[in-house]
């Protein structure tokens, strides 16, 4: 079984900065690929980025690229996503997804209970 502990959320302004965490518990949850979701309310979840297991391969939507940074520190146990010029579109529920199987789609087994990150205008 794999636990995901979301962290960091919180409201900020337009061109600001936020890092989520992504605290994991479990056996295998270190050696498995992970990755970012959101959901805005009355839209589908959509995917944000992703990282393989030890981290040396990352991708990103469109939307986020260049702006958010995904990384990993299995000492830590913990996953991250740093968030600079947010935008605010980027106002969302903040899922950490962890499986075997890199994906950007609904393909990850174990899943947090999100952190919500708004910005405002």
């Known amino acids: 079984q794999v636990m995901l502990v979301e962290s960091g959320g919180g409201l900020v302004q337009a061109g600001g900065s936020l890092r989520l965490s992504c605290a994991t518990a479990?056996?295998?949850?270190?050696?498995?690929?992970m990755g970012w979701f959101r959901q805005a309310p009355g839209k589908e979840r959509e995917f944000v980025a992703a990282?393989?297991?030890?981290?040396?391969?990352?991708y990103y939507s469109d939307s986020v690229k260049g702006r958010f940074t995904i990384s990993r520190d299995n000492a830590k146990n913990t996953l991250y996503l740093q968030m600079d010029s947010l935008k605010p579109e980027d106002t969302a529920v903040y899922y950490c997804?962890?499986?075997?199987?890199?994906?950007?789609?609904?393909?990850?087994?174990?899943w947090g209970q999100g952190t919500q990150v708004t910005v405002s205008s």
């Open positions: 990282i393989s297991s030890i981290g040396s391969n990352t």
């Open positions: 997804a962890a499986g075997p199987r890199l994906c950007r789609h609904n393909c990850y087994p174990y």
């Open positions: 479990g056996r295998t949850a270190a050696t498995y690929p």
